[in-house]
């Protein structure tokens, strides 16, 4: 990795130390893409979406996370044993097709569906403003990048400007957490 910061600069000569908390950054919001929904959760979604029409489970995954404008993205590991427990309670059937099986509600699913829409699943699931989980670690990110771009070209005077902002955001961001 070339260092491009002068002796005693930003960091000193350790531009991997900057690189270094990115990368811690980004793994830590990388655990926290999405929320996690209970299994009542999923099981709601999935037959609240069978109602509509028929789908195979990446299906089910993709319209939850679009519905839920990305904050809530369920596992494959959530969902198919949530479909299977479904068809064992006799609520949805599965068929065969093209090497995927195609689930849809049983009359017994569509009777425990019926007068529930299932709008209020996708209208607590989507952020409320600024996209949720998913919109604070790229803004994250874009932070780090900027405070890197200073530390490598920035004045001794931009650099410590750039410290300054960056100190007080953090207080702020704390400050947030702080309120009721």
Do not use: C
């Not at 990115?22 to 929320?35: D, I």
């Not at 299994?39 to 489970?57: C, D, K």
């Not at 529930?116 to 670690?137: H, I, K, Q, R, Y």
């Amino acid at each position: 990795m070339h260092n491009s910061f002068p002796a005693g600069g930003f960091m000193g000569n350790n531009i991997d130390g900057v690189w270094q908390a990115v990368e811690e950054l980004r793994s830590k919001f990388e655990k926290r893409s999405g929320t996690r929904a209970g299994r009542g959760e999923v099981r709601s979604a999935v037959l609240a979406l069978l109602a509509e029409r028929p789908m195979h489970g990446y299906q089910i995954i993709h319209e939850i996370e679009e519905r839920s404008g990305g904050s809530w993205k369920p596992s494959a590991g959530s969902v198919y044993p949530t479909l299977q427990l479904l068809a064992d309670e006799g609520l949805i059937s599965a068929e065969e097709s093209n090497g995927r099986k195609i689930y849809s509600l049983t009359e017994a699913g569509r009777e425990a569906v019926a007068g529930d829409d299932g709008s209020a699943l996708w209208e607590s699931a989507v952020p409320t403003s600024g996209g949720g989980f998913a919109a604070l670690p790229k803004a994250g990110m874009e932070l780090a990048q900027a405070a890197a771009q200073v530390g490598r070209t920035g004045s001794a005077k931009q650099v410590q400007e750039a410290v300054e902002v960056l100190n007080d955001a953090r207080r702020r961001l704390y400050s947030i957490l702080a309120q009721d």
